[in-house]
């Protein structure tokens, strides 16, 4: 494992007139509603990205922003509900204007090249608010542009895109659906090689509706010992996982839950570091929320090119104590039930249970939150200068990501972030490490030579 180098990164960014980037053709006119999914009160917020891309000899002459924002006018033909503007419906009930007005567009130009950036090409990203510049009065959720785009050219040649989406639209999966789409017509296809679907009516609720699980992740926790995380004096790190980190902290997990997934195990683990760093009283129930992306839970499956949210916050709790003083197999398990509770009939639930009370918020209250990233797509995005050197989040704070990263080494791997206060970020990195350099002694492999563990 090892720990994101914090470099102080100076450079200026001189950008011109955020414009707005309308669909390049007329598209129709009309009111596009969310599905309850969507509308949950997690997701009313806006999300960026961040996309760096090297110089590429065989596109010389090519200008990025010239590039991209042509082809992004070109993609809105096909995603016009992007160019529209987010309304509140009848009882609440959230719903797009497809009013073609556009979506914002920042061209910019900074005096730094892509390899001044060193190993900071990993959250946290030096001189964010400069890459992506938050036009005032656009970051609202009602009425605001849904996606504001800024591409930076690098003195190498490279460029920087960034991008802020209203999550209610889109996940991860939808969004790089789109981003991809503008890829591909960047690149001079006519049309995206997937037809963007909406039908959201596919997650609207039953008649009745039935809430038939607990969804216990959206249970009040009062703060009654103050371990609430604040927000200040906090410290956001990344580290970077390798297939040796990996297998060595697969080595803590009993020999019958060894086929577990890296995932799983990363999970497991890091959950019970980060209840070691935040000090929870030890008879205080501590939890863990995982993101699930639901689409292939369905039978008959969501359409091909469905870019709405399909996601589930799946829950995984236990007393402190218990996390802490028992081995990682125990953790373990209830992850593993946790992921397995996801089932179409849980999201039907959920959508029932947003119809009947509301879209309900997540408690953060003594609980990591982590959301898996390395399957979305993002460092596959391709605008014709080749595929990226970091794709993914932009900013992180609540929630601890998985992003799929290569090392300077060329070492593939997970860089994951976390967001603690720096007294708790000492004791998780502590014990992180020690789990990782000090593993326990493998006895199976001595006795059972034909034993192999799986691989990320």
Partial sequence: MTLSSSISLA????????????PAKPTPHEFKYLSDIDDQQTLRTQSPVIQFYRNETAMRGQDPVKVIRKAIAETLVFYYPFAGRLRKGPGRKLVVDCTGEGVLFIEADANVRLEQFGDALQPPFPCLDELLYDVPGSSGILGCPLLLIQVTRLMCGGFIFTLRVNHTIS???????????IGQIACGAQVPSVSPVWERE??????????????????EMPNTKGTLI???????????????????????????????????????????????????????????????????????????????????????????????KNPVGYALELVKKAK?????????????????????????????????????????????????????????????????????????????????????????????????????????????????????
Avoid at 296 to 322: C, D, M, Q, R, W
């Fill in 11 to 22: 450079f200026t960014v001189r950008r011109c007139e955020p414009e707005l980037v309308a």
């Fill in 171 to 181: 996940d991860a999966t939808g969004l790089v659906q789109f981003m991809s789409a």
């Fill in 202 to 219: 596919l997650l609207h609720p039953r008649n009745p509706p039935r809430v038939t699980f607990l969804h216990r992740e959206y249970d």
């Fill in 230 to 324: 604040p927000h200040e004096n906090m410290v956001l790190r990344s580290f970077f996982f390798g297939s040796t980190d990996v297998a060595a902290l697969r080595k803590h997990v009993p020999l019958h839950l060894r086929t577990c997934s890296t995932f799983e195990v990363l999970t497991a683990c890091l959950w019970r570091c980060h209840t070691i760093g935040i000090r929870p009283d030890p008879e205080e129930d501590v939890r863990v929320i995982f993101v699930v992306n639901a689409r292939a839970k369905f039978e008959p499956p969501l359409p091909i090119g469905y870019y709405g949210n399909v996601l589930a916050h799946t829950v995984a709790i236990s007393s402190a104590a218990k996390l802490c």
């Fill in 340 to 456: 397995a509770n996801v089932t179409e009939e849980y999201m039907r639930s959920l959508v029932d249970l947003i119809a009947l009370k509301g879209p309900p918020p997540i408690t953060f209250v003594r609980t990591y939150v982590v959301s898996d990233l390395r399957g979305a797509g993002f460092k596959e995005v391709d605008f014709g200068w080749g595929q990226p050197v970091y794709g993914g989040p932009a900013l992180v704070k609540m929630t601890s990501f998985y992003i799929p990263f290569r090392n300077h080494k060329g070492e593939d791997g997970i860089v994951v972030t976390f967001y603690l206060t720096g007294p708790a970020m000492e004791r998780f990195e502590k014990e992180i490490e020690s789990m990782i350099k000090d593993p326990p002694i493998d006895r199976f492999e001595n006795t059972n030579p034909t034993f192999k563990r799986s691989t990320m």
